[in-house]
């Protein structure tokens, strides 16, 4: 990366930073694009020039913040010292990690809310930002090393993550309908159903 790009790189990341802690210490409605160019050090235009106005930087945040998580679990999953294996146990080890995140950072739950499969997902296939891929081919890596096959792959991935952000933004901020070190069991029971549901049943032949 040029020096150009890092520059680029690192003013879109001010921006993000600033615009995050505005819209959860004051609110989206309350928060105005010249609050967030102000507190991040750059001119008006800077901000256009990556954004068409607040709701825009919003929801890529969501995205970039929901990325992040992903990213930070899936390290953690690599850096384990016992291997993690297969497609079922992996997924759950990153939903775990993720969960135990969001219990000990409650703003950036709220600040995600129900949009965190949404946001992930809007981030891989709509809007074009190559930086924001990683995630969806991590996951397509790892149902490509899986022994199953699985069907209709998207819609399990959306299905999932549908089902671990709002069954676990209820069970976190509400104890809806248990806390979620109870309710964890359940969760992860549900998500072992989904898979088995997508998979066609069969092995894949070992490669000679």
């Known amino acids: 990366m040029g020096k150009i790009d890092e520059n680029k790189k690192k003013k879109k990341e001010t921006l993000f930073n600033s615009a995050y802690e505005l819209f959860i210490t004051k609110g989206i409605n309350s928060t105005a694009i010249s609050d967030i160019v102000e507190k991040a050090g750059v001119a008006k235009g800077t901000f256009y020039l990556y954004f068409k106005d607040k709701y825009d930087i919003r929801n890529k945040l969501i995205a970039h913040k929901t990325l992040e998580l992903f990213r930070t679990a899936k390290l953690a999953l690599d850096q384990e010292s016992e291997p993690v294996e297969g497609l079922e146990e992996q997924l759950i080890y990153i939903m775990n990690h993720i969960i135990d995140t969001l219990v000990l950072n409650v703003p950036l739950l709220n600040f995600i809310s129900k949009n965190l499969v949404m946001g992930a997902l809007r981030s891989v296939l709509l809007t074009g930002e190559r930086a924001d891929h ?39 901020l509400y104890e809806e309908p248990l806390p979620i070190e109870q309710y964890k069991p359940f969760l992860y029971r549900s998500v072992r159903l989904i898979l088995d549901s997508h998979r066609t049943k069969t092995s894949k032949t070992p490669k000679r």
Do not use: H, P, W
């Open 134 to 172: 990683d995630f969806y081919e991590v996951f397509l890596d790892m149902v490509m090393k899986d022994k199953y096959e699985y069907e209709d792959v998207d819609v399990m991935l959306f299905t999932i993550v549908e089902l671990a952000g709002s069954a676990g933004y209820n069970s976190i």
